[in-house]
């Protein structure tokens, strides 16, 4: 009697081994597939940070280009606005040249027509 309780308590300790042995490695399972679940989320959101930071470094790229061709553009307008801005002083300089001809040759004519009438008034006196 005493061996058959012996007998039935240690069958039953293996049995409660087995099935404790079978929770361990249920439960060593679902922490590898939550520890990997966990991995897997973190690595898609670390993939997507690299995606987007590759794409905003090709951006930044695009920026800068159009950033160093609006510089030449801004430049190249510059260079034409002055040598527009130039060009109208050199009219404007021509300008004042051919009024200053103008007023020389009024003067002139003044002077010449004066001379004239002067010849006309008196004509005993030059010959």
């Keep these: 009697m005493l061996s058959a309780l ?23 399972v679902a922490a590898n597939d939550l520890t990997q679940a966990l991995v897997d989320h973190l690595n898609v959101g670390v993939a997507q940070a690299y995606l987007n930071q590759k794409k905003l470094d090709a951006e930044a790229k695009l920026l800068h280009q159009g950033a160093i061709n609006f510089s030449k553009q801004t430049q190249q307008w510059l260079a034409l606005v002055e040598n527009f801005s130039s060009a109208l ?3 404007g300089d021509v300008e004042n040249w051919a009024r200053s001809i103008e007023n020389d040759m009024k003067i002139i004519t003044d002077t010449l027509e004066r001379a004239y009438e002067t010849t006309q008034e008196n004509p005993s006196s030059s010959q």
């Design 6 to 28: 012996i007998k039935e308590h240690q069958a039953k300790q293996a049995a409660k081994r087995v099935i404790q042995e079978q929770k361990r490695k249920e439960c060593i």
């Design 89 to 91: 002083k050199e009219i």
